[in-house]
């Protein structure tokens, strides 16, 4: 797809401030909610909670600006939205129950090390994986976060009543509609902020059907600095490496999203712009530990954003980060934005989380087909969505081991590695996987008309 702006280009002030507006609305949810959860079940007093929510917002939109502006060798310098990742709320409520906030903040920043480490090898990561194994991984990112779009639209807990109801179901529908209407018949801006018209439609729809909860800002404060070190560090070294473990669910995550952002973006990415975003995570969690905010990873439904709206440029993504921050600062602001209702999210995440399935599914198109890669590709979806779909596969395993392997993407990734590496490959079949990675590159990921810097 044509792109309507690129990675260094500047759209015009009001455009930007729209286009980075959606890709807030899309993003603040999943920010807001990991806090919610893991505050929620550690019995944390509704002040505490409140800023532990805003530090997340404040930290997120740091790690954004950084990703998307790059600081010295810290930085992917593409349109990466930061935020609370979901791969961490089970080991922080397990780490906090017994340890408190304290111990979670202790033991992810001393897990952040890992990340940051790991980012200084990824040259010889970015060997393992090759257009084959890279398209599989962002496949699955995908297929295997559908279902949080399909718990968007439900809004309850599943096997409730209320569970997807048909007001429900309706309002997702619209903004499905209104997105793929948008998208296909206008142009320009206007087919670029799909997904904010969508949400402002969904919005209007919502508010007519008694359907928007306003409670939220009325009970949020005017003002709210971030309180580093609120609770302190504890040091726990199970609770370090139970964290640790998480923390490599998360490279493999941010591996792939930042392939899929390279395609989206039409831009290549090599193992130096890897490490560069990799140190951004680490570092950005190091930092969301001292100031009291969970870990945070790249968001792939932003990344699908960028795959709609043909706008790829890292400065409007940059602005995205400045009202990350101004939620943070202001939770009045953060406030209205969560009012939006989750089935409205729900209906253009169908479509945000396919286009990321669909550029993973474009790279393996362009793989040479052999029945050695089609055995990958097939044993490495499979794999991923196995657990995905059914997790108590794993109910039986070491403890560790289920929380390295309970994500879809950890599990996928590590098979069609492996796979990759053990099956041999005959000399035809090599000659073809170096055309087609040539085709690939020429194709997918064309060269940046700019340097970025």
């Given at each position: 797809?044509k792109?309507?702006?690129?990675?260094?280009?500047?759209?015009?002030?009001?455009?930007?401030?729209?286009?980075?507006l959606?890709?807030?609305?899309?993003?603040?949810?999943g920010?807001?909610?990991?806090p919610?959860?893991?505050?929620?079940?550690l019995?944390?007093p509704?002040?505490?909670?409140?800023?532990?929510?805003?530090?997340s917002l404040?930290?997120s939109?740091?790690?954004?600006?950084?990703?998307?502006m790059g600081v010295?060798?810290v930085?992917?310098?593409?349109p990466?939205?930061?935020?609370t990742?979901f791969?961490?709320?089970g080991?922080?409520?397990?780490?906090?129950?017994?340890g408190?906030?304290?111990t979670?903040m202790?033991a992810a920043?001393?897990?952040?090390?890992?990340?940051?480490?790991?980012?200084?090898y990824?040259?010889f990561?970015?060997?393992?994986?090759?257009?084959?194994v890279?398209?599989v991984?962002?496949?699955?990112?995908?297929?295997t976060i559908l279902?949080?779009?399909?718990?968007?639209?439900g809004?309850?807990?599943?096997?409730?009543?209320?569970?997807?109801?048909?007001?429900?179901v309706?309002?997702?529908?619209?903004?499905?509609?209104?997105?793929?209407?948008?998208?296909?018949?206008?142009?320009?801006?206007?087919a670029a902020?799909a997904?904010?018209?969508?949400?402002?439609?969904g919005?209007?729809?919502?508010?007519?059907?008694?359907m928007?909860?306003?409670?939220?800002?009325?009970?949020?404060?005017?003002?709210s600095?971030?309180?580093p070190?609120?609770?302190?560090?504890?040091?726990?070294?199970?609770?370090?490496?139970?964290?640790?473990?998480?923390y490599?669910v998360?490279?493999?995550?941010?591996?792939?999203?930042?392939m899929?952002?390279g395609?989206n973006?039409?831009?290549p990415v090599?193992?130096k712009d890897l490490?560069?975003?990799?140190?951004?995570?680490?570092?950005?969690?190091?930092?969301g530990?001292?100031?009291?905010a969970?870990p945070?990873?790249?968001?792939s439904q932003?990344?699908?954003?960028?795959g709609i709206?043909g706008?790829?440029?890292?400065y409007?993504?940059a602005?995205?980060?400045?009202l990350?921050?101004?939620?943070g600062?202001?939770?009045k602001?953060?406030a209205?934005?969560?009012?939006?209702?989750?089935?409205v999210?729900?209906?253009?995440?169908?479509?945000m989380?396919?286009?990321?399935?669909y550029?993973?599914i474009?790279?393996?198109?362009?793989?040479?087909?052999?029945?050695r890669?089609a055995i990958i590709?097939?044993v490495?979806?499979s794999?991923?969505?196995a657990?995905?779909?059914?997790?108590n596969l794993l109910?039986?395993?070491?403890?560790?081991?289920k929380?390295?392997?309970?994500?879809?993407?950890?599990?996928?990734?590590?098979?069609?590695?492996?796979l990759?590496?053990?099956?041999?490959?005959?000399k035809?079949?090599?000659?073809?996987?170096?055309?087609?990675a040539?085709?690939?590159?020429?194709s997918?990921?064309t060269?940046p008309d700019?340097?970025?810097?």
């Amino acid at each position: 797809m044509k792109l309507l702006y690129k990675v260094n280009d500047l759209p015009p002030s009001g455009v930007t401030l729209l286009l980075a507006l959606q890709h807030m609305l899309a993003s603040i949810g999943g920010i807001v909610t990991v806090p919610l959860i893991v505050g929620g079940a550690l019995g944390l007093p509704a002040d505490e909670l409140v800023t532990l929510i805003s530090a997340s917002l404040f930290v997120s939109g740091v790690a954004t600006i950084v990703q998307c502006m790059g600081v010295g060798p810290v930085g992917i310098r593409l349109p990466v939205v930061m935020g609370t990742s979901f791969a961490f709320p089970g080991a922080c409520i397990a780490i906090g129950t017994s340890g408190g906030v304290a111990t979670i903040m202790g033991a992810a920043l001393v897990g952040s090390f890992m990340v940051i480490i790991a980012s200084f090898y990824m040259d010889f990561i970015r060997k393992l994986f090759p257009t084959l194994v890279s398209g599989v991984v962002v496949t699955l990112i995908g297929l295997t976060i559908l279902p949080v779009a399909m718990g968007w639209i439900g809004d309850a807990p599943a096997g409730h009543p209320e569970f997807a109801s048909l007001p429900k179901v309706f309002l997702s529908v619209i903004s499905l509609m209104v997105v793929i209407g948008v998208s296909i018949f206008c142009k320009g801006a206007i087919a670029a902020s799909a997904i904010a018209i969508s949400l402002g439609v969904g919005y209007i729809v919502a508010l007519m059907m008694g359907m928007v909860d306003m409670s939220h800002i009325a009970e949020a404060a005017w003002f709210s600095a971030p309180s580093p070190l609120m609770y302190g560090l504890t040091f726990s070294l199970p609770a370090i490496i139970s964290m640790t473990l998480v923390y490599v669910v998360v490279v493999a995550e941010a591996t792939g999203d930042f392939m899929a952002l390279g395609s989206n973006c039409h831009v290549p990415v090599d193992g130096k712009d890897l490490r560069r975003g990799l140190l951004g995570d680490g570092l950005g969690c190091s930092f969301g530990a001292i100031f009291t905010a969970l870990p945070v990873a790249s968001f792939s439904q932003n990344v699908g954003i960028v795959g709609i709206s043909g706008v790829a440029s890292r400065y409007v993504v940059a602005v995205t980060g400045i009202l990350l921050i101004a939620g943070g600062l202001f939770p009045k602001f953060a406030a209205l934005a969560v009012t939006v209702p989750k089935p409205v999210l729900g209906g253009v995440g169908f479509v945000m989380f396919g286009m990321i399935a669909y550029a993973g599914i474009r790279m393996l198109v362009k793989t040479a087909d052999s029945r050695r890669n089609a055995i990958i590709i097939c044993v490495g979806l499979s794999s991923g969505m196995a657990v995905t779909v059914e997790p108590n596969l794993l109910q039986h395993f070491p403890e560790q081991l289920k929380m390295l392997l309970h994500s879809g993407i950890t599990t996928g990734t590590l098979v069609t590695v492996a796979l990759n590496l053990i099956l041999p490959k005959s000399k035809k079949s090599k000659a073809a996987e170096d055309d087609a990675a040539d085709v690939t590159a020429k194709s997918i990921l064309t060269k940046p008309d700019k340097k970025m810097s």
